[in-house]
């Protein structure tokens, strides 16, 4: 369902200052991180180190935004990470 405008005004005052200090704090751990796990692997500067499968152009398809509004997602479980629900012990307060 859609929410009241003003539910999501009030929410994102607080929800989007918090995710975005998350994010910042995640950034500056990168470096270090990256340079542990796999530091000569990036694919999104050398694509020959995907390990993903190609894809053809031909089997693609356009899709129009009309098209998509009739998805049915009745049938997906939502987890606790699709929701935000994770844990909070990295947040800044």
């Given at each position: 369902g859609s929410l009241?405008?003003?539910v999501v005004n009030k929410s994102s005052q607080f929800l989007a200052p918090k995710a975005m200090k998350?994010?910042?704090?995640?950034?500056?751990k990168y470096p270090e991180w990256k340079q542990k796990h796999?530091?000569?692997?990036k694919p999104w500067l050398f694509p020959?180190?995907?390990r993903l499968p190609a894809l053809l152009?031909?089997?693609?398809?356009?899709?129009h935004a009309d098209s998509l509004e009739n998805i049915d997602e009745?049938?997906?479980?939502?987890?606790?990470e699709d929701r935000g629900e994770g844990s909070d012990e990295d947040s800044l307060t």
């Open positions: 009241p405008k003003w998350k994010m910042y704090k995640a950034c500056l796999d530091p000569h692997f020959e180190q995907s152009l031909s089997e693609l398809s356009l899709q009745s049938s997906l479980a939502e987890s606790k």
